[in-house]
């Protein structure tokens, strides 16, 4: 587990591509069974551990994902994430040569796998702000600040505008980035801690496949 902060009422980490956060009908293990076979360890914690979720990051991608060790830090973390009031930065490698910077609002309306597009006054609304990094003709690295915080909502957004995220194939990409990844990261989060009033912030570096794939950062 690659641990990023840990304290009496948080744990995160960054989690690696392909590993899903919560259970599933596959039985896989999951970083929530990690984290709580990590805190169990280290603390020789008799029984059950509390760990709670309070937000989910898809299973392809990588990046910040904050957990709750204890039952009042899961119930105000969520409501800061009900509220979106965090700040959530992540990075992408896309497929095309993005404009230099905008924000997309649309309408998106989700079923069990996936999201798209929709007319309004239908779906619900989904914004976002980005800056184009780096790039060429064929692809390019954007930044993105989340705005709100719908399902697979960066996927679609930039899919739906000609733009797919490198290896997500159930979103339109031809091509391949990693196995069991796309280029979507989760770079940084801002969250108010739950006991203290103070904000914190978490960053994660991209994982390996990343540098394999020639991705480096190079900020104009």
Request: aromatic content about 6%; charged content about 30%; overall charge positive.
């Amino acid at each position: 587990m690659n641990l990023i902060y840990e304290d009496n009422h948080l744990l995160v980490v960054n989690k690696p591509n392909g590993q899903l956060v919560q259970g599933d009908q596959t039985g896989r293990r999951t970083l929530l069974d990690e984290g709580k076979a990590w805190i169990k360890q280290k603390y020789g914690k008799p029984g059950d551990v509390f760990l709670g979720l309070v937000h989910r990051l898809d299973r392809p991608a990588s990046g910040v994902v904050v957990l709750a060790r204890t039952s009042k830090a899961a119930s105000r973390l969520s409501e800061e994430i009900r509220s979106h009031r965090p700040h959530k930065i992540y990075w992408a490698e896309v497929s095309g040569q993005v404009v230099a910077d905008g924000t997309w609002q649309d309408q998106l309306e989700r079923n069990e796998y996936m999201s798209r597009v929709v007319p309004a006054p239908g779906g619900k609304l989904a914004r976002l702000n980005f800056i184009r990094m780096s790039g060429n003709k064929e692809t390019s690295r954007v930044e993105v600040n989340l705005v709100t915080g719908r399902h697979h909502q960066i996927r679609v957004q930039f899919s739906h505008r000609g733009h797919p995220i490198l290896g997500d194939r159930r979103y339109g990409s031809e091509t391949t980035f990693a196995d069991n990844a796309i280029a979507l990261h989760s770079r940084e989060m801002k969250i108010k801690h739950p006991t203290r009033d103070e904000e914190m912030c978490f960053t994660a570096e991209p994982p390996e496949c990343w540098t394999r794939n020639h991705l480096e950062e190079k900020r104009p």
